[in-house]
């Protein structure tokens, strides 16, 4: 019997790549072959923010009644979560919407995640409906991308707060002022420690004590105390944290996740008592499903929390973080702000795995806002091209950080400062004969205050985010002379409009010539800058 070639799925399939989600679901109706075929392919990306699964929410989560006439007029439903609180109002048409019963849609909705979830590889959630749907009975567990929006469009319960009570008398800051020239701590000015010399015995300066080496480079006493070699907070921050005061609901998963886990926030004194157990009844629920539903997929790749708001109430212990970071020994790309949040950022690099290549941070600082480099460096890693943190380190603390990460073609830091001035003596050699690494970096973005030492070193970088100046004649010099292949020059933070009072075109305005002499460039972005035209219309 001959076989038609739509009958044969082994090559049906070859087609389902190239189809988009409606033909596929046309694809899945039209028989039983075609059926088993493409529903592996219907369900492998999953998006809850786009139109289709906003109405299917929307039905299920409004629990107002609707009319059930014929009419085609538009009305403003109210959208809520399950236990009521309204998230946000939304126009549409009552005649595609029957009367709301939320327990038999939501089982609807779960059943159909228990039947089709383990074909989903890619899983964008923002609803914390789908969230519980996917987690509950562990039927997605062939993830490889999670990117969770939570909080993006819907709000936890409402805190209610008590009466704000009478204000306290100011009081005159004054009596502080003759005490400050007791202080033992020296101060943080700029990201640096100002460390004063130690007087001698005979009155004078004495000499400043031998100073570490680390891979070539000299380090002081002051960098060992802002940079985090053998690093020391240099003030105290209170703790947030206390043992918890309120009753949780037992674990969802306690094979997971269990109250040993948590550290909860202390209570604002301005909210009650029963909003504040509420709202944090609400995040305990929705932190379950969360951890749950990473710890059940070892094989992801990727994890993007970075549009998931912070679980404010309390917090996640560093340990059962780590511990669930070393289960995804396959991730290569994690985009941790917010959900993982102030880590202490090297045990965060000891929990993942050798072979991760992108990494956007907000790790744990000292109170300087110092980005922390250890005694002694970590191990040389060779995969990491995307390293994206917070904190400011010097030109010295930048190179041994490319030395650590040698093909790193990305970096972000908050500043890069110069070198403190004991660097500058001639007796001492603060910077190495040749980078140990950086000749890859295609992008450093952060502010810099020494460009031209970072461009001798790092030759490579062709991509440009100015810190919100404009171009400017120094700029434009600056980049000609270090940076001659460049392809990229975006200003950072532009204005949203230009202003109808400065509309003259300067006489100095340097972008003619910086278009003119930077073959390479493929972006232009500054809205501040001018092109002449008709100068330009007579360039080759």
Same mark, same amino acid.
């Given at each position: 019997?001959?076989?038609?070639?739509?009958?044969?799925?082994?090559?049906?399939?070859?087609?389902? =790549?190239?189809?988009?989600?409606?033909?596929?679901?046309?694809?899945?109706?039209?028989?039983?072959?075609?059926?088993?075929?493409?529903?592996?392919?219907?369900?492998?990306?999953? /998006?809850?923010?786009?139109?289709?699964?906003?109405?299917?929410?929307?039905?299920?989560?409004?629990?107002?009644? %609707?009319?059930?006439?014929?009419?085609?007029? &538009?009305?403003?439903?109210?959208?809520?979560?399950?236990?009521? &609180?309204?998230?946000?109002?939304?126009?549409?048409?009552?005649?595609?919407?029957?009367?709301?019963?939320?327990?038999?849609? !939501?089982?609807?909705?779960?059943?159909?995640?228990?039947?089709?979830?383990?074909?989903?590889?890619?899983?964008?959630? %923002?609803?914390?409906?789908?969230?519980?749907?996917?987690?509950?009975?562990?039927?997605?567990?062939?993830? !490889?991308?999670?990117? +969770?929006?939570?909080?993006?469009?819907?709000?936890?319960?409402?805190?209610?707060?008590?009466?704000?009570?009478?204000?306290?008398?100011?009081?005159?800051?004054? =009596?502080?002022?003759?005490?400050?020239?007791?202080? /033992?701590?020296?101060?943080?000015?700029?990201?640096?420690?100002?460390?004063?010399?130690?007087?001698?015995?005979?009155?004078?300066?004495?000499?400043?004590?031998?100073?570490?080496?680390?891979?070539?480079?000299?380090?002081?006493?002051?960098?060992?105390?802002?940079?985090?070699?053998?690093?020391?907070?240099?003030? %105290?921050?209170?703790?947030?944290?206390?043992?918890?005061?309120?009753?949780?609901?037992?674990?969802?998963?306690?094979?997971? +996740?269990?109250?040993?886990?948590?550290?909860?926030?202390?209570?604002?004194?301005?909210?009650?008592?029963?909003?504040?157990?509420? !709202?944090?009844?609400?995040?305990? &629920?929705?932190?379950?499903?969360?951890?749950?539903?990473?710890?059940?997929?070892?094989?992801?790749?990727?994890?993007?929390?970075?549009?998931?708001?912070?679980?404010?109430?309390?917090?996640?212990?560093?340990?059962?973080?780590?511990?669930?970071?070393?289960?995804?020994?396959?991730?290569?790309?994690?985009?941790?702000?917010?959900?993982?949040?102030?880590?202490?950022?090297?045990?965060?690099?000891?929990?993942?795995?050798?072979?991760?290549?992108?990494?956007?941070?907000i790790a744990s600082l000292s109170p300087s806002g110092v980005f922390p480099l250890p005694d002694p460096l970590p191990k040389v890693n060779t995969s990491l091209k995307v390293l994206l943190a917070g904190g400011s380190t010097t030109v010295n603390g930048l190179l041994t950080l490319m030395s650590i990460f040698p093909n790193l073609t990305r970096l972000g830091l908050q500043k890069v400062e110069k070198n403190?001035?004991?660097?500058?003596? =001639?007796?001492?050699?603060?910077?190495?004969?040749?980078?140990?690494?950086?000749?890859?970096?295609?992008?450093?973005?952060?502010?810099?205050?020494?460009?031209?030492?970072?461009?001798?070193?790092?030759?490579?970088?062709?991509?440009?985010?100015?810190?919100?100046?404009?171009?400017?004649?120094?700029?434009?010099?600056?980049?000609?002379?270090?940076? =001659?292949?460049?392809?990229?020059?975006?200003?950072?933070?532009?204005?949203?409009?230009?202003?109808? !009072?400065?509309?003259?075109?300067? /006489?100095?305005?340097?972008?003619?010539?910086?278009?003119?002499?930077?073959?390479?460039?493929?972006?232009?972005?500054?809205?501040?800058?001018?092109?002449?035209?008709?100068?330009?219309?007579?360039?080759?």
């Amino acid at each position: 019997m001959k076989q038609a070639f739509v009958d044969i799925p082994e090559l049906v399939t070859h087609l389902a =790549p190239y189809l988009s989600p409606a033909d596929l679901l046309s694809c899945v109706q039209l028989n039983s072959t075609w059926n088993t075929a493409f529903i592996p392919f219907l369900w492998r990306s999953i /998006d809850d923010s786009i139109h289709s699964w906003g109405d299917i929410l929307l039905q299920i989560t409004n629990l107002r009644p %609707q009319p059930q006439s014929p009419a085609t007029t &538009t009305e403003k439903a109210i959208e809520t979560t399950p236990n009521n &609180t309204p998230v946000g109002v939304r126009t549409f048409d009552i005649s595609r919407h029957r009367d709301s019963d939320y327990n038999k849609d !939501r089982d609807w909705l779960f059943a159909i995640f228990e039947r089709y979830g383990h074909h989903i590889r890619e899983l964008n959630i %923002q609803s914390p409906l789908i969230l519980e749907a996917v987690s509950r009975k562990e039927s997605c567990t062939g993830l !490889r991308s999670l990117v +969770l929006g939570l909080g993006t469009n819907v709000n936890w319960p409402r805190t209610e707060y008590l009466p704000l009570p009478p204000p306290l008398p100011q009081q005159s800051l004054l =009596p502080i002022l003759p005490g400050l020239g007791t202080l /033992d701590t020296p101060p943080v000015v700029g990201g640096s420690v100002a460390v004063a010399p130690s007087p001698s015995a005979d009155g004078g300066m004495g000499a400043a004590p031998d100073l570490p080496a680390f891979e070539g480079f000299e380090v002081a006493p002051a960098t060992v105390a802002a940079h985090g070699f053998d690093a020391t907070s240099v003030d %105290q921050v209170e703790d947030p944290y206390q043992e918890p005061d309120v009753e949780l609901s037992d674990p969802l998963f306690p094979d997971h +996740l269990t109250l040993a886990d948590l550290i909860i926030t202390k209570r604002d004194e301005r909210v009650t008592p029963e909003s504040d157990k509420a !709202r944090k009844e609400y995040m305990w &629920t929705i932190a379950q499903h969360t951890w749950h539903l990473i710890r059940t997929n070892p094989g992801l790749v990727r994890i993007d929390t970075s549009r998931c708001y912070r679980f404010y109430d309390f917090g996640i212990s560093d340990d059962f973080i780590f511990a669930t970071l070393r289960l995804l020994k396959h991730l290569k790309d994690l985009n941790g702000n917010d959900l993982f949040k102030d880590l202490h950022f090297w045990r965060l690099w000891d929990a993942l795995p050798a072979k991760i290549e992108s990494l956007s941070i907000i790790a744990s600082l000292s109170p300087s806002g110092v980005f922390p480099l250890p005694d002694p460096l970590p191990k040389v890693n060779t995969s990491l091209k995307v390293l994206l943190a917070g904190g400011s380190t010097t030109v010295n603390g930048l190179l041994t950080l490319m030395s650590i990460f040698p093909n790193l073609t990305r970096l972000g830091l908050q500043k890069v400062e110069k070198n403190p001035e004991y660097m500058s003596n =001639p007796n001492s050699i603060p910077l190495p004969p040749s980078p140990f690494g950086g000749q890859y970096l295609r992008k450093l973005e952060g502010s810099v205050e020494d460009w031209e030492t970072v461009f001798h070193y790092i030759p490579s970088i062709v991509e440009w985010d100015a810190q919100g100046e404009p171009l400017d004649e120094d700029l434009a010099l600056l980049l000609k002379d270090h940076c =001659p292949n460049l392809e990229s020059f975006k200003q950072q933070y532009p204005p949203w409009f230009i202003d109808e !009072r400065f509309t003259a075109v300067p /006489d100095d305005d340097p972008t003619n010539q910086f278009l003119i002499t930077h073959h390479h460039l493929r972006v232009f972005d500054s809205i501040v800058n001018y092109i002449k035209v008709d100068e330009m219309l007579r360039e080759p």
